[in-house]
């Protein structure tokens, strides 16, 4: 278990809203395997830069394309595989309830009858 100085910039980065509450589990375990990494270069990782709007809608397009080979007819299947295709970037930065929101409509958008 790392020590309580290596834990306690992830915890503040948490309370203080600089990184989201989801990616907690990821980067305890990287505290945890990378004990020679600086817990700042790991908190990094899940830190916003600003950009992360636009890595969001450039996701969006490729999942929008990458839907279409899709075999299920599962509407909650398809929204299920784009999230698993999106969120693993976008951990700790963006809230999960605004990106699967705005890929549901960008799925409604562009290919219809995948999502209800």
Do not use: C, H, K, N
Not at 17 to 22: A, F, L, Y
């Amino acid at each position: 278990m790392p020590d309580a100085t290596r834990l306690a910039p992830m915890v503040r980065a948490i309370e203080s809203g600089e990184i989201r509450p989801e990616a907690l589990d990821r980067m305890l375990d990287a505290l945890v395997a990378e004990s020679e990494a600086a817990p700042d270069e790991i908190l990094a990782r899940y830190r916003g830069d600003g950009g992360d709007e636009d890595v969001l809608t450039r996701r969006l397009t490729d999942v929008v394309v990458e839907v279409q080979s899709l075999t299920t007819e599962r509407s909650d299947g398809v929204l299920r595989w784009a999230m698993g295709a999106v969120m693993p970037q976008l951990l700790g930065r963006l809230d999960p309830t605004v990106v699967r929101e705005r890929l549901r409509q960008a799925l409604e958008d562009a290919v219809p009858e995948t999502v209800a």
